[in-house]
């Protein structure tokens, strides 16, 4: 053989080769295309379902807060309207021992006797204690003598108590103080000796 026929044997040979090698790499690429399709086709049905979900819990969370907002306006209503009620029972319940000082006002004016008006104003006086105590009302209980407590009591001053037991004790009570269902309203305002 010859050159020449040894040359075209392997320009035969490299375009057998290269012909092989394209149809290889044609059926790569093809496999890589359809596994890139595949891919993408998954890639898009799991982005459809993310986008599902999440429209999913945003409708979730809407729909509480709604709820929510709903909630607490409804709240804040029946706060005010409780409030309201609670206000208009008491008035209500005051409104006899009104009439009563109103009809004590005029018996004064034309009263001669004073003992019958020191006496209706004390009937008056023990309605309201009554009416006062049955809304939860109470005196907070308070003598010469007691020990300061800061959870019911308030010093005004201290003064030189008259004898060494009165040191640091009630010496004198200047305005009583109330509690209401158990809770302080006032304070009791007293002296303490020092």
């Known amino acids: 053989m010859s050159d020449k026929d040894i040359k075209k044997e392997q320009e035969q040979e490299e ?15 093809q496999a890589l295309n359809k596994e890139e399709e595949t891919e993408t086709a998954e890639g898009t049905q799991q982005e459809d ?36 009620t609670a ?21 004064i004016e ?19 204690q009554h009416v006062t105590q049955q809304k939860g009302l109470k005196v907070v209980e308070i003598n010469v003598g007691d020990n300061f407590d800061s959870d019911y009591h308030e ?11 009165l040191k640091g004790k009630i010496i004198d009570v200047i305005e009583k103080g109330y509690t209401l269902n158990e809770k302080v309203i006032r304070f009791a305002k007293v002296i303490i000796g020092a």
Do not use: C
Request: aromatic residues 4%; hydrophobic residues 40%; charged residues 35%.
């Open 15 to 29: 375009l057998q080769d290269n012909t092989v090698n394209a149809e290889a790499n044609g059926q790569e690429e």
């Open 49 to 84: 379902k993310t986008a599902a979900e999440l429209a999913d819990m945003k409708d979730k969370y809407v729909r509480l807060m709604a709820e929510f907002e709903n909630f607490r306006r409804r709240t804040a209503k029946e706060r005010i309207e409780l409030s309201k």
């Open 87 to 107: 206000t208009q029972d008491l008035m209500g319940s005051l409104l006899p021992v009104l009439d009563d000082m109103e009809r004590a006002r005029q018996s």
């Open 110 to 128: 034309t009263a001669k006797d004073t003992n019958a008006v020191l006496e209706g104003l004390e009937l008056v006086f023990h309605k309201l």
């Open 155 to 165: 010093a005004v001053t201290q003064v030189p108590a008259p004898s060494e037991e």
